[in-house]
């Protein structure tokens, strides 16, 4: 039964082989004169004028994890769209009820002016 997964194997070993290989010959044949300028901390072309460490806006991560919340939840429409004609009115309905949360959330959300960016 082993038999069955030695091209999975070989196609693996192949890959490692390809990739160990490419940044090999990358390594080897790249110039390698890094000069005072580019060896320094800041490439960006001005030194830094403010602490790495300072604070964040809350808008920063209130619009990620609005993004992300909205976005899985939208990502639950592609498989219930492949099944509909499997899951009849009540996986319809049961999609219509989270549609209808989801936009009560979204509703809510915008009022509060978590979309409002000053």
Do not use: T
Request: some cysteine; proline content about 4%.
């Amino acid at each position: 039964m082993l038999e069955n997964y030695l091209p999975i194997l070989i196609f693996i070993i192949i890959g490692l082989f390809v990739g160990v290989a490419a940044m090999g010959m990358g390594f080897m044949l790249s110039p390698h004169n890094p000069d005072e300028e580019k060896g320094s901390r800041y490439e960006c072309g001005f030194e830094a004028f403010e602490d790495a460490r300072m604070k964040f806006d809350v808008r920063f991560y209130l619009v990620a994890i609005l993004f992300i919340l909205f976005d899985l939840e939208i990502a639950f429409f592609f498989p219930w769209a492949v099944v509909l004609d499997q899951v009849g009115p009540v996986g319809f309905w049961a999609m219509m009820i989270f549609l209808g949360i989801l936009v009560i959330g979204f509703i809510y959300e915008w009022k509060k002016g978590a979309l409002e960016w000053e």
